[in-house]
């Protein structure tokens, strides 16, 4: 963390460089600004703790793997990059229902301030309410608050089964109130993935009750998924229509064109003005990438 | 009362009439909440009806150059309600109505005085229920739960507050109203939502909130395990956790507490055990029993001479009762007690415990634990009476010891009552002077001038110096 303290300081634009997988996100950041990398590995990993300390430079890739030698996961997506830059965007996996928010799986956050000193919120147990929760301000904040360099992971075992069905006829909206707990429900406008996970007979049962609304075959995964997130209610998803997958009772949306700019109410935006201001006076962080 | 506290007393009763207290009585009810910490002091208190009502409170007591305290059921054990400077006191208790339930989208919105258990009763026959289920339940508020962050036994699989928090509609302290978060996935802009829960009235006043409802488990099994001593039913723990099991709750009392229990509600709590371990898990019926059969076993590897598995609801429901009325149940130990609340990581839960007694045995204090053991979330009770002389001083120290144990060990300084006045003087053991700095920053985001529920939360020295004036310390206030 020093290292990465010492390559951002204290002046001058700077930008964190990820995989820059999602790098179109918030606008292009300013061509002046100093591109750094931020610090890469595992820190420390606990499993019987079910918490990991990582570096954000680290690949999802390469957490996803070393947690699951131990059997977990986490709530990060595996759309490839970093577990840095997944963090800035905020974007949940697509099993969220199954995984968890990301949100509330950053336990602690560890970042290089505006004026490059190293910041931490939040602590490193899987419950904690001590102070002002500064994780959840950087998970999605693009960067343009803090540069963030390590993060305290919840993780979860892998379920012992994991299956994957697929329906042309069955009423995707239906799904949630005739199965427990399913961890994905995708549709796509013509057919419907459901993702079914926990102990070998759950499952059966599961799919048991799913069989009673259509007609499924097992598939080997979900949808794939177009570039851009779109963010709905669950309610606004049914009126979806073209090319895209929608998270059913999530209401997250994968489409090829990005979501048009969703108006923010002043006062949000007024509060929003302040924090970037507290943060980040000089406007150096990120600059030109733009949350609100 | 001075010139300028008729002025403001006048002004609100414009627009509450006599919803309006400022008698002697209602104000030194309203000095403190459950914690032990006493010598706030109230100014004028408003039972406020509606967002509006809220609204024009915080303008007027903004144009008197007055603080705001919003106050729920007053059931915060970290003084987070205490009124410090005699601000007005924002009552949101008649704000309690559940204002619709979308059962396919799976949110309420809810008023913040509607009480937690109120909510989940209101659910049960929808088949959903507000997963938080703090000790508290039969009387705290929804928007305490938010300013709090609150937990309970079953946060363990469910998450705390904030993972059941999807919108909040807030009156800043400029007197702005402001709907933070949203319905969908992932709402636009910076997560002001997220961090607005477990703002301890902080970051300004609830006024309506869209939880999300949970549909409850088709199956359940309650069991509870008898051990020798603490340390087995804390191994048990860090055991079932490390074996890959997320139980819906894991709870253990030691046997002080267990007797105590037993002897006020007749639960059928073994009282010749060491420490008992109340394990839940719920899901689907096939699942359930496996796990409740892999509970079982481990808690046999680690030392358990009984286990015992709830045969019907009625006997699950009974042996809540008994992990729910513990902090009652402490009376017929001692006329006062003083719970702590700390988190450690689950592998040093049994260290921790064991540090927690020598230090208990250090203040000659008696203490008893009763806690959230699947989350590492530590609640020692220290018992005292507090006629005696010099008795706090005591209780005091023997609390920061906890705190610090806590710290050494790699856990924090909260797991759910929040930092309130209680743990401010410890945040620079936690965090530092940068950390704090970057806490109040936030802060002042929401509230440039501090005049939402100020002197709390961040250490004095780093509040805001035109309010710190305000903080004459009461009598009697700790630390």
Redesign the interface.
């Known amino acids: 963390m020093n290292e990465f303290a010492e390559r951002i300081g204290s002046s001058g634009p700077v930008t964190v460089a990820g995989g820059k997988t999602r790098w179109h996100l918030g606008g292009d950041v300013h061509p002046e600004a100093r591109e750094v990398q931020a610090p890469t590995g595992v820190v420390s990993y606990d499993p019987a703790e079910m918490t990991v300390k990582v570096n954000a430079g680290t690949t999802t890739a390469e957490l996803t793997s070393v947690l699951a030698e131990s059997g977990q996961r986490c709530a990060l997506p595996e759309r490839g990059g970093t577990v840095g830059g997944s963090l800035a965007v905020g974007e949940n996996h697509v099993e969220v229902l199954g995984r968890g928010w990301l949100t509330t799986s950053v336990l602690q956050v560890s970042y290089i301030s505006a004026e490059g000193k190293i910041v931490r919120g939040g602590g490193p147990t899987v419950k904690n309410v001590s102070g002002f929760d500064l994780p959840r301000l950087l998970v999605g904040s693009l960067g343009t608050l803090g540069l963030i360099g390590e993060v305290i992971l919840r993780t979860n075992p892998i379920p012992p089964q994991s299956q994957w069905f697929e329906s042309n006829d069955a009423d995707p909206f239906a799904v949630t109130s005739k199965v427990l707990r399913p961890s994905a429900v995708l549709w796509n406008g013509a057919s419907t993935r459901v993702l079914l996970e926990g102990h070998e007979l759950d499952v059966a049962s599961s799919k048991k009750s799913l069989f009673d609304i259509g007609s499924w075959n097992e598939v080997t995964g979900g949808f794939d998924l177009p570039k851009h997130r779109w963010s709905l209610t669950p309610t606004e998803l049914k009126t979806c229509t073209g090319t895209f997958v929608a998270s059913v009772a999530v209401g997250t949306v994968w489409r090829d064109e990005p979501q048009p700019a969703r108006a923010l109410p002043q006062s949000v935006i007024d509060i929003s003005t302040r924090l970037k201001a507290n943060f980040d006076p000089t406007g150096r962080l990120n600059p030109g990438r733009r949350v609100f | 009362m001075t010139a300028t506290d008729d002025a403001l007393l006048a002004d609100l009763r414009r627009v509450l009439g006599d919803r309006v207290r400022a008698d002697s009585a209602e104000r030194a009810l309203l000095r403190r909440d459950a914690s032990v910490f006493e010598g706030g002091s109230a100014g004028p208190t408003c039972l406020c009806e509606s967002t509006e009502e809220v609204q024009q409170v915080v303008q007027i007591a903004l144009a008197h150059n007055r603080a705001v305290v919003p106050r729920g059921a007053g059931t915060g054990l970290a003084g987070g309600a205490i009124p410090l400077g005699a601000p007005v006191v924002v009552s949101l208790s008649r704000m309690n109505r559940i204002l619709e339930v979308d059962t396919?989208?799976?949110i309420a919105w809810v008023e913040p005085g509607v009480v937690n258990l109120d909510l989940t009763k209101h659910l049960t026959p929808l088949g959903y229920h507000f997963a938080p289920d703090p000790s508290s339940q039969q009387v705290c508020t929804i928007g305490g739960n938010v300013g709090?962050?609150s937990?309970g036994p079953h946060?363990l699989a469910y998450?705390?507050t904030?993972?059941h928090i999807l919108a909040i509609e807030v009156v800043?302290a400029d007197g702005?109203?402001?709907?933070?978060g949203?319905?969908?996935?992932?709402?636009?802009?910076?997560?002001?939502r997220?961090?607005f829960?477990?703002?301890e009235g902080m970051l300004g006043i609830t006024t309506k909130v869209a939880v999300r409802i949970t549909?409850n488990?088709?199956a359940v099994r309650t069991l509870l395990l008898s051990f020798d001593t603490p340390r087995d039913a804390a191994a048990t723990v860090?055991a079932v956790?490390?074996a890959?099991?997320?139980p819906a709750a894991m709870e253990v009392m030691d046997q002080r507490i267990t007797i105590a229990v037993e002897n006020y509600v007749n639960v059928g709590y073994p009282k010749d055990a060491g420490a008992v371990l109340l394990a839940e898990v719920d899901?689907?019926?096939?699942?359930v029993e496996?796990?409740a059969q892999r509970i079982s076993e481990i808690g046999r590897e680690h030392g358990a001479t009984d286990v015992r598995q709830a045969e019907s609801d009625e006997e699950r429901m009974l042996l809540w009762k008994g992990r729910k009325t513990a902090f009652g149940a402490v009376a017929q130990i001692a006329p006062n007690y003083y719970l702590h609340d700390t988190?450690?990581?689950?592998?040093k839960l049994a260290d921790t415990l064991e540090e927690v007694y020598r230090i208990a045995d250090e203040y000659d204090l008696a203490v008893v634990n009763v806690f959230?053991a699947g989350?590492?979330?530590l609640h020692p009770l220290l018992l005292f009476n507090g006629q005696e002389p010099g008795i706090y001083d005591r209780v005091h120290a023997a609390g920061a010891k906890i705190v610090e144990a806590s710290l050494a060990a790699?856990?924090?300084?909260?797991?759910?009552?929040?930092?309130g006045v209680e743990?401010q003087p410890y945040?620079h053991l936690?965090?530092?002077d940068?950390?704090?700095?970057?806490?109040e920053?936030?802060?002042?985001?929401?509230d440039?001038a501090c005049r939402s529920n100020p002197g709390k939360?961040?250490p004095v020295g780093h509040s805001c110096a035109d309010i710190q004036s305000l903080r004459v310390t009461p009598e009697g206030v700790w630390g």
């Open positions: 396919e989208a799976r709090n962050n937990g946060c998450g705390v904030n993972a800043l702005e109203v402001v709907t933070l949203g319905l969908d996935a992932e709402p636009a802009g910076y997560d002001l997220g961090v829960v477990g703002g549909p488990p088709p860090s956790i490390a890959g099991i997320v899901g689907l019926p096939d699942g496996i796990d988190v450690v990581p689950r592998s959230h989350d590492g979330n790699g856990g924090v300084l909260s797991g759910e009552h929040g930092i743990k945040m936690m965090f530092t940068d950390d704090l700095d970057h806490q920053r936030l802060r002042h985001a929401f440039p939360v961040i």
